[in-house]
Nanobody
Framework: QVQLVESGGGLVQAGGSRRLSCAASGRIFSNDAMGWFRQAPGKEREFLAA????????YYTDSVKGRFTISRDNAKNTVYLQMISLKPEDTAVYYC????????????????WGQGTQVTVSS
């Protein structure tokens, strides 16, 4: 079965950067996309970005466009989220996920979730 393991979270100062990684133990080939979400305390889960394994196409929510970049390394079955210009409001648990397509993930249809990694941005 597919297992997603996130890493790279931690404490960072406002204005700083951080790169998150999500390593997949294997792929279900019907799942062509990976995505990143976050959830802050007391708030709903928020979609951030998604990428297609096959095409490399990406999609970002407006709130992080220009600051966050999603990428993938197909040979390593790993996706990344490069975050720059971090703000205190970016503080959340960040989750990666896999799904059928970019559109499916963006709409919240997810096949597997990672365990989450905490990102804390201090002011």
């Amino acid at each position: 079965q597919v297992q997603l393991v996130e890493s790279g979270g931690g404490l960072v100062q406002a204005g700083g950067s951080r790169r998150l990684s999500c390593a997949a133990s294997g792929r279900i080939f019907s799942n062509d996309a990976m995505g990143w979400f976050r959830q802050a305390p007391g708030k709903e889960r928020e979609f951030l970005a998604a990428i297609s394994w096959s095409s490399g196409n990406t999609y970002y929510t407006d709130s992080v466009k220009g600051r966050f970049t999603i990428s993938r390394d197909n040979a390593k079955n790993t996706v990344y989220l490069q975050m720059i210009s971090l703000k205190p409001e970016d503080t959340a648990v960040y989750y990666c996920a896999t799904g059928y397509s970019i559109t499916s993930i963006q709409l919240g249809s997810v096949s597997f979730w990672g365990q989450g990694t905490q990102v804390t941005v201090s002011s």
